[in-house]
């Protein structure tokens, strides 16, 4: 089974932190993604990766930042939290054209 | 990406067959069709794909209209476990380079006991 692990679940950070939400994927896919996702909002692309140290601009990411050093491993960074980041954050990875796997969920709350 | 449109929230009883529609008018050639589901309190996950021919696998069937301006995604039998937030995506094949994966809002499936 392919997993995708986020380095934890419940996040409490003060704001002007720097924070770091660290993603793992096992099974070699190109692409990985991180997601943020809001009550009525649904899931919206923050950033993606379709390579080590490649990266790419999702839809929402003014206020972030990420990193991708090896295959296996997605970063994303707030570089000083604020409380409107306040979400669930899902990373994701992906070989085009079969299926995206998801991780469990980061839930941050910036206080 | 090309976009979808689904509605906002659908409501089926237990045990009957639940059709979840989808739109995508500006569907191009090699452009998939993929349904994601998210259970409450967890990342989505994966149900379902196809590109022109309908489809079928353990958890639902995918029928896709001949023109594949739309699709629909078939629960045969609806349990209390399939509510969920029903996601249809398109996504193009390019064979490697950049390519960002689009959610939209979903449609919000509740089942009756």
């Known amino acids: 089974d392919v997993k995708v692990t986020q380095s934890s679940r419940y996040l409490v950070k003060r704001t002007g932190e720097k924070v770091f939400l660290e993603c793992v994927q096992d099974?070699?896919?190109?692409?990985m993604f991180w997601y943020r996702q809001d009550p009525g909002l649904g899931l919206r692309l923050i950033y993606f990766?379709?390579?080590?140290?490649?990266?790419e601009k999702g839809d929402i990411p003014e206020g972030y930042s990420v990193s991708r050093e090896k295959k296996e491993r997605f970063s994303l960074i707030l570089e000083s939290a604020s409380t409107n980041q306040t979400s669930m954050y899902l990373c994701?990875?992906?070989?085009?054209?079969?299926?995206?796997?998801f991780g469990q969920g980061t839930r941050l709350t910036v206080v | 990406d090309a976009k979808t449109t689904q509605p906002n929230s659908m409501e089926s009883n237990e045990e009957e067959p639940v059709h979840l529609p989808c739109n995508h008018s500006?569907?191009?050639?090699?452009?998939?069709i993929h349904w994601y589901r998210q259970l409450p309190s967890q990342g989505p996950e994966y149900v379902i794909h196809?590109?022109?021919s309908n489809v079928n696998n353990r958890m639902a069937s995918l029928a896709i209209a001949e023109d594949r301006k739309s699709s629909t995604l078939i629960l045969h039998r609806a349990t209390l476990r399939d509510a969920a937030v029903y996601y249809c995506?398109?996504?193009?094949?390019?064979?490697?380079?950049?390519?960002?994966?689009?959610f939209g809002k979903g449609t919000h499936l509740i089942i009756q006991p």
């Open positions: 990766s379709y390579d080590v140290k490649m990266k």
């Open positions: 196809g590109l022109t």
């Open positions: 500006t569907i191009s050639g090699t452009d998939y």
């Open positions: 995506i398109l996504r193009q094949y390019s064979g490697g380079g950049a390519d960002g994966l689009t």
């Open positions: 099974m070699d896919h190109e692409n």
């Open positions: 994701a990875c992906y070989n085009p054209p079969t299926e995206a796997f």
